[in-house]
């Protein structure tokens, strides 16, 4: 998936109601996107939590074929900043 197809993906998954705190997906060269509440933007920003992932495990994760415990294990997911942060996010993504 592009950028942008992944943008839109996280778009649709809080467009329901996301999280208060801001988290920023970092897929390296890929790009990055910054979600909080309902906003989701590509715009580089600092974040209560950085969650760097490639994009294609990011589309993986968005499909629910990605378990994000599993993939946090495995080192598929490297998480910086607060913790309960992303353990926010299951609920949304």
């Given amino acids: 998936m592009t950028l942008e197809q992944l943008t ?4 649709g998954k809080v467009a329901g109601g996301g999280i208060e705190e ?11 996107i910054v979600m909080q509440g309902t906003n989701v ?16 495990n990011l589309a993986d994760l968005l ?3 990605l378990n ?7 080192g598929k997911i490297k998480v910086a900043g607060a913790m309960g942060v ?8």
Avoid at 43 to 53: G, M, R, S, V, W
Avoid at 86 to 93: E, N, Q, R, T, Y
């Fill in 8 to 11: 839109e993906a996280v778009r």
């Fill in 68 to 74: 994000p415990t599993m993939a946090f294990m495995s």
């Fill in 22 to 32: 801001s988290v920023k997906f970092d897929l390296g060269d890929a790009g990055v």
């Fill in 86 to 93: 992303a353990m926010k996010l299951s609920s949304v993504l």
């Fill in 63 to 65: 499909a629910g074929d």
């Fill in 41 to 56: 933007t590509n715009d580089d920003a600092d974040a209560d939590c950085t969650i760097t992932i490639s994009a294609d």
